[in-house]
Each structure stands twice: as C-alpha cells, then as structure tokens.
C-alpha cells in the first residue's frame, strides 16, 4: 500500500529569523506548507507592551511585511499552505493586516485565525485563586504587574481551520510543534485517538521548529558545515502513518546528518518519555534515525500516550529592574585588570545608593569572557591578556540601577590601563520581566477560529491525569568492567546540545557510535554533571545532584539528557548571566574526559 504523503517546512525558529527562508522553500517548488514559529515566554511580553501601546499591533510585523508580503502571489500560485503562530497577543489584528496586503495584491486567499489563548483578562480571577507557580510553588504575581497570559493550545484548532479552507493560519499561543501537528492532523485525517501518529507529528515539529538548527546551526561538528551564509531551512517529508524524512533544499548550505537531527531532538527537552503537549503525551526514547542519502535522515519510533487532563499557561509579569554593560581589557594580566574595576565600581556605587538612601542591590554578578568565567573551577586558563568584562546588578528601584551604570562610566578614567570598547552610549535600566507557569483544567478555556469573519468553535476534550509511574524506563546499559582504560575528551565520543526552559537547562548528550553509550552513562553521573556546572547550580547543588540534576537515558538515539534546575539565574530576562538560557552549556559538558577502552581509545588515535 502506499503512503500518503505532505512535505511540510519549517522556515522560522524565532521573532528575528532570516526573512530569506520563504523565499528559498518556494523556489524549490516541493512543500506543500510553509510553517512559522515566533514565539517565546519573553516575546509574548514584548508583543503584549506594543499592543498596549497601539492596539493594531502585538504580533510579528516582519512575518506580514518580510515573509508574506514579496512572496504571496508564489504562495498562491503553487497553492502552498501556511501555518505560523505570528499572531502573538493579536492574531486577528495580524490575520487583519494580512488580509488587506492581499487585497491589495488582488489575490484569492482565505486567513483564519486562532482565537481562545489570550488570557489576560482574567488576571485578577486567577490572582484570587488558588493557582502557584508550577515548579516553585510561588503564589500568584500582583494583577498589576502582569504583562501577558498566555496559554498552550494545542494543534486540532489549526487543523479545524485548514479543514474549512483557510489557505493561511495564524495563531496566537499554542505550542511550537502545532503548526506541524495541525498540518499533519488535516493532511492525513488523524483524530485525537491515533496518539503514536499525534507523536510524530510533534516530533517533525520539534525538529522544524527551531528552523535552520536542525540543518547544521548550532552543530557540535560545525566544521562539517558549508555555506552557513545560504543555509537550507529544514523540511519533513510527513507520511500518514507518522513517520518522516528530514531534507533540505538543493543547492542550498548546511548539512541534514543523523547527528544534526538528533541534536534537535533533544533540544530544550526535560523528561523524553513525558514530553506533554496539549494533544499527546510524547515518548522519544525510542527513537530512530537513518541516513537514507546525504542530507536526507529518516525518524521513526516515537509513540503517545493520551492528552493530559491540563493546559500549561505562561503569564509573564514585571519583577525588579536590572542594567549591566560590556567592557574589554587587554593586555598582562587583563583579568585581574578587570577584577580591579569590577570591585571598585560595585564598591562605588553601593556608598551612593547608601547615601540617597538606598538598599544593597538583591543580586550582582561579573563574568569575564575570555578568562574562563563559563568553566567556573574547571577554568584551565589564567592570567588572560584579553577579557570582555559583564558586570550587571538587580534592584528594586530603577534609580539603583541607574546609579550603578553611571559609576561605571565614572570611572573610566580612574582604572587600570588597557580599557577598550566599542559601545554607542551608556546602557540604561529595564524591567525584568519574569515567567509564571502554571496549569489550567482543560474545559475552561474557550477556543474558536475566525475564518473571513466566519466564527467557530473547536470544542475542547477533558484529556487524562498523567501519572509518571506508567513510564516504563529503558534498562541501563551494562557498566562497562574494563581493566585497562584511557581517558578520552567527550567531545570526541559524543555530540551535544542545550537550551532552556524557565529557569531550568537541559543537556544532550549523543553517542557518535552506540558502543560509547555504556561509557558516557557509567562516567556521566548525575553528580559529576552537577560539580561541572557548580558555578551556575544554587551552593551545596554538587553535594545534592539528585534535587538538582536528572539524567534520562534514550537509547533510540544512544543518547543521555539531563535536565538542570534552577541553574539559569532565573532564566531568560530575569538572569543577569551572559547565557541565561545555556544555549553553549553543552559545550561545557563536552569539555570534560571519560574513561574508556584502551582498544576504542585507539581507535580514535588516543592510545
């Protein structure tokens, strides 16, 4: 019997993304939908400060004027179908932007959007109730300082809505994978029972979502890829039964290898058998990857459990203020040069906050890139001649932080010799805006599409409680008992990736040969993982790995993931840190030696 098939591609990972990618997906003439993801916890934020500035506004502007608007007489010329949660707070005022750009062109195109995830006007409801933080426990932030709420909805509305004729959909919120998953549900007809195909689907939009990282950006083996200047955005070639191959267009940069997909697949990933979305409940542990010809990969073998019983709602929501600046030392000894500054500067600026009668600021930091900072007690390098110094601080009143910019800039006569920088004037304070994650029964939200001004409905299922003890986990492997061992750099056995998600850090970790696997498990525990990120990790954090540190095994992909808590500095814009959302922590992990035999050891050229 033959597969039905659709090609699906993905052609932005964030609000900012090469505006090239549609341009490039449509000369290659071989998609069927033109899929768009804009949206993270501090973009909503964003999005949500413009529309209360100007109420036409709130969304990505750039998909109207960059994406759609040079490329939609191709759009419907080849009658491609786009999917793109753009709409950010306002997906009608987005669909209503959209749809004048295509009168004006004198197209035939129908807009939908998706409507029920904006939540804010019931900010003070939930401030009243019993709703907490879903990781912290904290209580609800003030109504007033609430920015945006936002819940995940999930893919069957898009779905809806493509199934009533829309030839572009646009959402507010819902979660990355939907606008793959909505495709896929309206391509081949699957329903809410057909949970190993609802995986699937969510996997191919996990690997599409972050566009071009799934075709070499942001690769371990980064040499290994050309052309990054004309990089191939990621397409699935999507089956009914689920199963897909990834590709990319011809002529185009980048690579598609197992080990780029595979880093994808375990990005910004916590539990891989619980991976919850608003449709299903993923497993990815068994995952398969094949290299069917060069830059093609096939996925197969993650399955689903039913929906849960809950959405997941992100409010973000206004919290102290920060300010911080970059400056660069050269020169002998340019580290300890830039201690010195360092010291004086926050010494400065607390006697003037004293003096106009200010409290101590709640948190500060310094990191000198260029001195190891990134490797905490693991730094090899000392005495750097060349540092770019980050010094930042956290305060409740603005006016801190303003005071600590300006002595910053005041001393910059009064320091130590080999002061550079390239900067366009100084920095000012800004709000921190914070996350706030909870559940909400799913029943209560009211979600409908609006199609050329045709409203429906999309009825909601109550979903199941998830219970984490129907896991069945994958047997570790067998540790290995070798006598004679040599010690190999991980980077040399292994590929890696890493992201966030809140405050919490997730590392990949991938076997580049399954015969490695046993080793990385048996070396990288969960406490040794902890004291290489002790620096980031609460104090004591090494001495308490298992509240800190989970390690999940995939042996699909003979791969590891550990998820870190709170190890990000409150993540995001509440951190001060110069990676608030570990994008490079794998390259830390990468850095360390594991044992392993001395026959694979010589192999590799290392005995």
């Known amino acids: 019997m033959v597969k039905k098939t659709c090609r699906i591609a993905g052609a932005s990972g964030f609000w900012g993304d090469a505006p090239r990618a549609t341009a490039q997906l449509l000369n290659a003439e071989i998609v069927d939908f033109i899929v768009y993801d804009y949206l993270a916890e501090i973009t909503m934020s964003i999005m949500a400060r413009a529309r209360a500035k100007a109420p036409d506004t709130g969304y990505a502007l750039d998909f109207i004027s960059a994406a759609m608007k040079p ?8 009658g491609v179908r786009v999917v793109s949660n753009a709409g950010g707070v306002n997906p009608k005022a987005c669909a209503q932007a959209l749809g004048a750009v295509i009168a004006d062109q004198g197209l035939d195109l129908k807009v939908a959007c998706v409507l029920g995830d904006d939540l804010i006007s019931q900010r003070d409801q939930f401030a009243n109730g019993d709703f ?14 609430i920015a945006s709420i936002n819940v995940y909805l999930g893919a069957f509305p898009i779905a809806l809505a493509l199934d009533e004729g829309a030839d572009i959909v646009i959402t507010g919120r819902c979660v990355d994978s939907a606008v793959t998953l909505g495709a896929c549900i309206h391509s081949f007809g699957w329903g809410r029972d057909d949970l190993h195909a609802l995986a699937m689907g969510s996997l191919a939009g996990h690997i599409l979502e972050c566009g071009p990282q799934a075709t070499g950006g942001n690769f371990t083996d980064w040499e290994a890829v ?29 690579l598609v290898s197992v080990a780029t997909i595979a880093e994808q697949l375990v990005y910004e990933i916590g539990d891989p058998q619980a991976y919850m979305l608003p449709d299903v409940v993923c497993d990815f542990s068994q995952v398969k990857l094949q290299q069917l010809d060069a830059d093609r990969v096939s996925v197969s073998g993650a399955t689903g459990l039913p929906a849960p019983g809950s959405y997941k709602v992100c409010a973000t929501y206004a919290h102290e203020f920060r300010g911080g600046t970059y400056m660069t030392f050269y020169g002998v000894e340019a580290d300890k040069k830039a201690q010195k500054l360092a010291t004086a500067i926050f010494k400065a600026a607390r006697q003037t906050c004293t003096s106009n009668g200010l409290s101590d600021y709640s948190e500060t930091s310094i990191e000198l890139i260029g001195a190891e900072s990134q490797f905490g007690a693991c730094a090899a390098m000392t005495g750097s001649r060349e540092v770019a110094m980050k010094i930042a601080v956290k305060h409740a009143d603005a006016a801190a932080v303003g005071i600590f910019l300006r002595e910053a800039v005041g001393l910059g006569l009064a320091t130590p010799p080999g002061l550079s920088g390239f900067q366009g004037g100084r920095p000012r304070p800004s709000p921190i805006v914070r ?4 559940a909400l029964p799913k029943g209560t939200v ?22 984490s003890q129907m896991i069945q986990r994958p047997t570790s492997p067998i540790t290995p008992t070798d006598n004679d061992c040599v010690n190999v750099p991980l980077l040399a056995l292994a590929w890696g990736r890493s992201g966030d998600k809140g405050d919490k850090a997730n590392v990949g970790i991938i076997a580049r040969r399954p015969e490695y696997l046993p080793y990385l498990f048996n070396a990288l525990t969960p406490k040794r993982v902890a004291q290489r990120f002790a620096h980031f990790l609460p104090p004591g954090a090494s001495d308490r790995s298992a509240e800190y540190v989970e390690r999940y095994l995939m042996p699909g992909t003979h791969a590891i993931n550990f998820l870190l808590h709170q190890v990000l500095g409150g993540g995001g814009m509440a951190s001060l840190r110069n990676d608030p959302q570990g994008k490079g922590y794998a390259q830390i992990l990468l850095d360390v030696s594991i044992p392993i035999s001395r026959q694979l050891a010589a192999d590799l050229g290392y005995a």
């Open 71 to 78: 490329n939609l007489k191709e759009i419907a010329r080849q």
């Open 132 to 145: 907490v933080e879903m990781f912290s426990g904290a209580a609800f932030p003030p109504p007033e300082k």
């Open 226 to 254: 050309e052309d990054l200047d004309k990089i191939g955005y990621p397409i699935a070639e999507m089956s009914d039964d689920g199963d897909f191959v990834c590709s990319k267009p011809s002529n185009t940069g980048g």
């Open 435 to 438: 996350l706030f994650s909870f």
């Open 446 to 467: 009211q979600i409908s599409i609006d199609i050329d001004g045709r409203v429906l409905a999309c009825p909601d299922i109550a979903g199941a409680a998830f219970d």
